[in-house]
T-cell receptor, first 115, second 115 residues
């Protein structure tokens, strides 16, 4: 299928380790979004890109979180010096354009567990 | 204040019956979109239906319809003829055009369909 893919699906990290989460959007989708979903909660916005430009990073919880999309397709969310509170599912979504009606399509998520 | 409120943490419905999942929202932006997503236990967010703030008619997609009452700021999801495969978490979400592309999600409603 040509949906959004994410890797790894599961990641276990020791506290203090750095992790990198990858997102492959649907081919041709201009906009890419990252969300964090804590257990039992709805997803919360982290950041989004239009092509390679990061237009909004207001949801990143700390300066330990960094996202990039250097060529306007694949994106990586990096978390430095992981903490236990970073344990969550990280969801990536893409949309064709950034319009009021445009639907975001989500990947399967990466479940991060920090020990 | 919560921007998206889903007051039903859990719902039960008998197979083949209809069920309504509640969603109220809060915004001062005149242009916004409302979305419903389904999240089965596998974790992926599946887009179900969209309603724009200027749409005159309620959105419908197969067995899903959205009961949009703009003055009351509610956007309830109606699932007709429930199936066992409908058992999942359901999230209501909003995008405010003036706030960029991010989706704001509610806390979700867990729907269980009984045979």
């Amino acid at each position: 299928g040509a949906g959004v893919s994410q890797s790894p699906r599961y990641k276990v990290a020791k506290r203090g380790q750095d992790v990198a989460l990858r997102c492959d959007p649907i081919s041709g989708h201009v906009s890419l979004f990252w969300y964090q979903q804590a257990l039992g909660q709805g997803p919360e916005f982290l950041t989004y890109f239009q092509n390679e430009a990061q237009l909004d990073k207001s949801g990143l919880p700390s300066d330990r979180f960094f996202a990039e999309r250097p060529e306007g397709s694949v994106s990586t969310l990096k978390i430095q010096r992981t903490q236990q509170e970073d344990s969550a599912v990280y969801l990536c979504a893409s949309s064709l354009v950034l319009g009021s009606t445009d639907t975001q399509y989500f990947g399967p998520g990466t479940r991060l567990t920090v020990l | 204040a919560q921007k998206i409120t889903q007051t039903q943490p859990g719902m039960f419905v008998q197979e083949k019956e209809a069920v309504t999942l509640d969603c109220t929202y809060d915004t001062s932006d005149p242009s916004y979109g409302l979305f419903w997503y389904k999240q089965p236990s596998s974790g992926e967010m599946i887009f179900l239906i969209y309603q724009g703030s200027y749409d005159q008619q309620n959105a419908t997609e197969g067995r899903y319809s959205l009961n949009f009452q703009k003055a009351r700021k509610s956007a309830n999801l109606v699932i007709s003829a429930s199936q066992l495969g409908d058992s999942a978490m359901y999230f209501c979400a909003m995008r405010e055009v003036n706030q960029g592309g991010k989706l704001i999600f509610g806390q979700g409603t867990e729907l269980s369909v009984k045979p």
